[in-house]
């Protein structure tokens, strides 16, 4: 059992996400590695996460226009990712198939790549067309033995318990 000493929470995230895709069998490119941690430190403290209605919100999404439309989008997809990956009971509770999440997640992806330009429509093709590699790496995460925490006395003399 590894024992997290230290780090920004994107480097843990990062160290986990590695060991998450050798469990998986899937290697991540750099790009999907890293928005993959850029998706865990957003939605890490997201109390919604579970209860929104994905649906609704891309429904909602597509009325949008502009940046604000492709932001709704990259949300649904997030979330959805996150769902699919982490939380697949998730959907049985819903009554649908982690499927319906792979679909809608991989489809709100590809809606933010056709409304934006450049490099943002570049990595949000790229992440839709790899959409399962990354539920895949996230559910390696779920399969991953709990670290155990450093002991108080190794603990960097910095942080405070209270």
């Given at each position: 059992m590894r024992t997290l000493h230290h780090g920004t929470a994107a480097e843990l995230w990062h160290t986990l996400l590695r060991e998450a895709e050798n469990r998986s069998h899937?290697?991540?490119?750099?790009?999907?590695?890293?928005?993959?941690?850029?998706?865990?430190?957003?939605?890490?403290?997201?109390?919604?996460?579970?209860?929104?209605?994905?649906?609704?919100?891309?429904?909602?999404?597509?009325?949008?226009?502009?940046?604000?439309?492709?932001?709704?989008l990259r949300d649904v997809g997030d979330r959805c990712l996150l769902i699919a990956g982490l939380f697949p009971a998730q959907a049985e509770r819903r009554r649908v198939s982690v499927e319906y999440f792979l679909a809608l997640g991989r489809s709100a992806y590809r809606d933010v790549a056709d409304a934006c330009r450049n490099a943002y429509a570049e990595l949000f093709a790229h992440l839709a067309a790899h959409y399962e590699g990354l539920v895949a790496v996230l559910r390696g995460l779920r399969e991953a033995p709990v670290p155990a925490l450093?002991?108080?006395?190794h603990r960097p003399p910095n942080i405070r318990l209270h």
């Open positions: 899937v290697a991540l490119d750099e790009m999907q590695e890293s928005y993959l941690v850029f998706v865990l430190l957003r939605h890490q403290n997201d109390p919604d996460l579970l209860a929104r209605v994905q649906a609704l919100d891309w429904l909602q999404a597509q009325e949008r226009v502009g940046q604000m439309r492709a932001d709704h450093a002991p108080v006395a």
